[in-house]
C-alpha cells in the first residue's frame, strides 16, 4: 500500500461506498460521493490524481464528446486511461472520478486521466494537480445567470491556467477570445483553413464580435459558426495565432457523419456536425501532442459513438430517434444546421427546461435561428419540458406549422405519440436537465440500455 495517511483512506473508502450506493439504488448522484470524500479531506484530489498525467477538457461547447474522443483514441492506443465519462464536471465530481479509480494497492502504469472540468471549476483542479494539458473548445453565451457573458467565462479559466505555467496549452486559434492571451504556458492552436460555407461575415447574434484589444469589429477571412473562424482586427492588427493542427478541406458533410482532411490526413468523423468536426480536430491535436499516431486517431475517430445525450441514437418502436443535447444558441444554432442537412421528412422533439443547470433565463431561445428550419420537412413538431409553452411560442414566431405542434410534457404520453409519428426519423433537441430526466425515463421503460 502506498504512503497515504488515515484520513485520507476514510475519505476513500465513504467515498466508494457512496458511489456504490448512489449508482445501484438512487441510479445517480455522480457528484455526491467527491463532497464525502472533500468533506473528510479537503486535499484528496492531490492523492488520489498523483501518478497520473492530466488532460483537462474545458470550455463552452464540445466538452463531454471531445474529452470522449481523446478517451477513446488513447485506449486505441492501449494507454492505461480514465475519464469522468458520466459528464460530472464540477469539482466534487472530478474527485469522485479519481476516488473511484483509486486502488490502495495495484497501481496503474503510465496512466492518463483525462478529465472533462467545468469552466468555472478549472482554479479549483489546478490548485491540486498539473495538467499536462489543457484545452479549452470555444466561448460562447452560456447560462448567463451563473457564468455573466463570455469575457467572464475566459476569466475565470485563466484563474486556473495561471497557478500551473508548466501546462501545455492546446486552443481553438478560431476563437478571438484566446488569442495572444498574458500567460506563461506554451501554447498550440487548432483551427479552419477552409469554410463550411462561403461565409465571411457574422450573424447578428454572434458573441465576441469586437477586438479584445481595441474594441473594433472583426473582419474575417472565413467564418465557421457564431463568432469561430479565420479573423483579424483591421484597426490593431491583432490576428488569429498560426495553426499547429487544422482543417484544410472538408471532402462531406452529412446528417450522420463528416470527412475532412486534418493537415496531411484524412479523417473519417462518425458524428455529424460542424461542431464535431471541431472537437474531432481538437483531439486529432491533443493526441498528436501526445505521441499518437495517425492511424490510431483515425481508426478511433471513424469508430466513435455517441453517448449520454450527444447524438446518442436509440430505438423506440420502429422509430429511429437521435437525442442532442441544446443549451445556448451558439450550439443549439449547430444543431439546426445538422437538421438541415436531411433531404428526407423528418420530425422533431423541443424539450426546454428551466432548471439551474438549464440556466433560469430562458430568454436564450429568442437568439436562436430557428427560421432556418420552417421551410424544411418536419413532419410532426413535438414540444415539451417545464417551459414548453415558451418554446412553441418561439416556434411559432419562427414560422413552424402550428397545425402540426402537439404540446405534451407528461414523458409516457410523449413518447406514445413520438412512436405513433408518421417519421420514421426523429430527432429530440433537448436543454441539460429535460435530457437527463426523459434519458432516465427511457431507461426506466428499457429504450436505453445504459443510464450513466
Not at 431507461?443 to 445504459?450: A, F, M, P, Q
Request: proline residues 2%; hydrophobic residues 40%.
Amino acid at each position: 500500500m502506498s504512503k497515504i495517511n488515515i484520513k485520507s483512506i476514510l475519505s476513500i473508502l465513504l467515498s466508494k461506498i457512496t458511489a456504490f450506493a448512489a449508482k445501484h439504488i438512487v441510479k445517480g448522484g455522480s457528484n455526491f460521493p467527491g463532497k464525502i470524500a472533500l468533506k473528510i479531506d479537503k486535499s484528496i484530489l492531490k492523492k488520489v490524481s498523483k501518478g497520473y498525467k492530466v488532460i483537462l477538457v474545458t470550455g463552452t461547447n464540445g466538452k463531454t464528446t471531445t474529452t470522449s474522443m481523446i478517451y477513446n483514441i488513447l485506449k486505441e492506443n492501449k494507454f492505461n486511461v480514465i475519464t469522468n465519462s458520466t459528464g460530472a464536471n464540477l469539482y466534487p465530481g472530478i474527485v469522485a472520478c479519481f476516488v473511484s479509480n483509486y486502488s490502495f494497492f495495484k497501481k496503474k502504469e503510465n496512466p492518463y486521466a483525462i478529465i472533462e472540468v467545468d469552466e468555472a471549476n478549472v482554479k479549483f483542479i489546478t490548485e491540486h494537480l498539473t495538467p499536462e494539458i489543457i484545452t479549452v473548445t470555444n466561448l460562447f453565451r452560456d447560462q448567463l445567470d451563473r457564468y455573466g457573458e463570455v469575457y467572464t467565462t475566459l476569466v475565470k479559466i485563466l484563474e486556473g491556467v495561471t497557478k500551473v505555467p508548466e501546462s501545455k496549452l492546446v486552443l481553438n486559434g478560431d476563437e478571438s477570445l484566446l488569442g495572444k492571451l498574458d500567460v506563461k504556458n506554451p501554447v498550440v492552436y487548432y483551427g479552419f483553413n477552409t469554410p463550411i460555407k462561403e461565409n465571411t461575415t457574422l450573424d447578428l447574434n454572434a458573441d465576441a464580435k469586437f477586438c479584445k484589444f481595441c474594441k473594433a469589429p472583426y473582419s474575417y477571412n472565413l467564418v465557421t459558426y457564431n463568432h469561430l473562424g479565420d479573423y483579424y482586427c483591421p484597426s490593431c492588427g491583432y490576428k488569429r495565432s498560426d495553426l499547429a493542427y487544422a482543417v484544410n478541406t472538408i471532402f462531406d458533410l452529412t446528417p450522420e457523419n463528416s470527412s475532412v482532411l486534418i493537415n496531411d490526413t484524412e479523417v473519417f468523423i462518425s458524428q455529424s456536425g460542424a461542431y464535431n468536426i471541431y472537437n474531432a480536430l481538437c483531439a486529432f491535436a491533443i493526441t498528436k501532442e501526445l505521441g499518437v499516431e495517425d492511424s490510431v486517431i483515425k481508426t478511433s475517430l471513424q469508430n466513435q459513438s455517441s453517448s449520454f445525450g450527444r447524438q446518442e441514437q436509440i430505438t423506440i418502436g420502429n422509430k429511429d430517434i437521435q437525442i442532442i443535447l441544446v443549451k445556448n444558441p451558439a450550439g443549439y444554432n449547430q444543431a439546426l444546421d445538422t437538421l438541415a442537412l436531411n433531404q428526407n421528412e423528418f420530425s422533431a422533439v423541443f424539450m426546454l427546461n428551466d432548471n439551474y443547470a438549464d440556466g433560469r433565463d430562458v430568454s436564450w431561445i429568442w437568439d436562436v435561428d430557428f427560421e432556418k428550419i420552417s421551410t424544411l420537412k418536419i413532419e410532426d413538431i413535438f414540444v415539451s419540458g417545464v417551459r414548453m409553452y415558451d418554446m412553441a411560442v418561439r416556434l411559432k414566431v419562427a414560422g413552424l406549422n402550428v397545425d402540426k405542434f402537439v404540446l405534451q410534457e407528461d414523458y409516457e404520453e410523449l413518447t406514445n405519440k413520438v412512436k405513433n409519428s408518421v417519421s420514421k426519423k426523429i430527432y429530440i433537441l433537448a436543454t441539460y436537465t429535460a435530457m437527463i430526466n426523459y434519458r432516465k425515463y427511457l431507461h426506466s421503460k428499457g429504450y436505453i440500455e445504459k443510464l450513466w
